[in-house]
C-alpha cells in the first residue's frame, strides 16, 4: 500500500479544469499494487481532493470534495490493454515504472462533474428556479385570447381536387 498527499497546485491539467481550490490543498492518495490470477499487474486507488467548481445553475462558486475509487490495468502496449477484461481500464507504463501523478490526475479529470450544481436548496438561484417548479403560475405559458397566430397560414392554404 502506498498512500500521499499531491499539491494539487502540482497537476496542471487538473488544476485548470477547475475554478480553483485553498493554496495548500492536497489530493490524498492511496494505492494499492498486485498482481491478478492471470498474473496482471493491477493498481487500486481512492483518491479525495477539495476544490472548488462552478455551479451551472447559478454560476456561482460552489466547494466540493471529488472523490474516486479506481481499479486500472498496467500495461506496456496497446496490444495488452486491448486484451484486459472490460472490468480493467489500461494505465500505459514502460516495464518498471508508472507516473503515478499523470495517474492521479487522470482519475481527477475523470470523476469531475460535467454540469456542477449546488444543492437544490442551498443554491443562490434557487429563488428563480421556484418560479418554474410544476404547479406554480408562471411554470404555465400564458394564454393570450384573441386571434391565433397561425391562422393567416389558412388562407395561404390552398385546395386542389
Known sequence: MLE?????????RFRD???GFEEDAVCRVKLSFYMDGERRRIVSGELEA???LECQRCMGSMDSVLVSRFVLGLVTSDEQAQRLPKDLEPFLTDDFSADLWSMAEDELLLVLPPYPLHDRNECPAKEDLEAYEPGSSSALPEEKSGDNPFSVLAGL?????
Open 17 to 19: 479544469a477547475v475554478l
Open 4 to 12: 500521499g498527499d499531491i499539491p494539487i497546485s502540482a497537476l496542471s
Open 157 to 161: 392554404k390552398k385546395t386542389k381536387h
Open 50 to 52: 477539495p476544490v472548488r
